[in-house]
T-cell receptor, first 111, second 116 residues
Framework: AQSVTQPDIHITVSEGASLELRCNYS??????LFWYVQSPGQGLQLLLK??????LVQGIKGFEAEFKRSQSSFNLRKPSVHWSDAAEYFCAVDSSYKLIFGSGTRLLVRP | SAVISQKPSRDICQRGTSLTIQCQVD?????MFWYRQQPGQSLTLIAT?????????ESGFVIDKFPISRPNLTFSTLTVSNMSPEDSSIYLCSVSFGTSGNDEQFFGPGTRLTVL
């Protein structure tokens, strides 16, 4: 069965530091992968998605993610974190047009 | 993109009662989904709302507990029936314009339900 693992429950970084959030998936075929962000009291917003082509995907708000088939990973990165990036981040994989979400990583940003 | 509204935004209910949550989209969409996010947890798909026919439920979710309607291409409702404290969650509606796996799903703001 398809699944998504986000091994880090919480991550704390200083403002201006770089960020990497980990995501591993289990899927038989070429996956469609997504990263969503959920800010406090708000719904989910799509940061970026991968479904084919270039394995380095650019998204909104300065985020990028790299698909690595050999590692079954789709890690999210940002070179310089802003205080407004503090939120919950969810990795997801498509399974017959339905989304399977990871458990989420809560990002805390130190001033 | 799509602008999605949900009503109510939050509610506190007594056990044994039912609550109906509405999801309204500002444009016609192909797919509508209902997710549950339990406290501190990730999102779990409850069902796919099908226009004019019965919803398609995921394993662990049944129509008697979570009846869903979708009368047209812009509106759906989810009812949480005979509620218990374990039903306390955020319920989110999502939509997409296509049926392909790479079509973006747009999410509503959610309905925060507390059952006492």
């Amino acid at each position: 069965a398809q699944s998504v693992t986000q091994p880090d429950i919480h991550i704390t970084v200083s403002e201006g530091a770089s960020l990497e959030l980990r995501c591993n998936y289990s899927y038989g075929a070429t996956p469609y992968l997504f990263w969503y962000v959920q800010s406090p009291g708000q719904g989910l917003q799509l940061l970026l998605k991968y479904f084919s082509g270039d394995t380095l995907v650019q998204g909104i708000k300065g985020f990028e993610a790299e698909f690595k088939r050999s590692q079954s990973s789709f890690n999210l990165r940002k070179p310089s974190v802003h205080w407004s990036d503090a939120a919950e981040y969810f990795c997801a994989v498509d399974s017959s047009y339905k989304l399977i979400f990871g458990s989420g990583t809560r990002l805390l940003v130190r001033p | 993109s799509a602008v999605i509204s949900q009503k109510p935004s939050r509610d506190i209910c007594q056990r044994g009662t039912s609550l109906t949550i509405q999801c309204q989209v500002d444009s016609q969409v192909t797919m509508m989904f209902w997710y549950r996010q339990q406290p501190g947890q990730s999102l779990t798909l409850i069902a796919t709302a099908n226009q004019g026919s019965e919803a398609t439920y995921e394993s662990g979710f049944v129509i008697d507990k979570f009846p869903i309607s979708r009368p047209n291409l812009t509106f759906s409702t989810l009812t949480v029936s005979n509620m218990s404290p374990e039903d306390s969650s955020i319920y989110l509606c999502s939509v997409s314009f296509g049926t392909s796996g790479n079509d973006e799903q747009f999410f509503g703001p959610g309905t925060r339900l507390t059952v006492l």
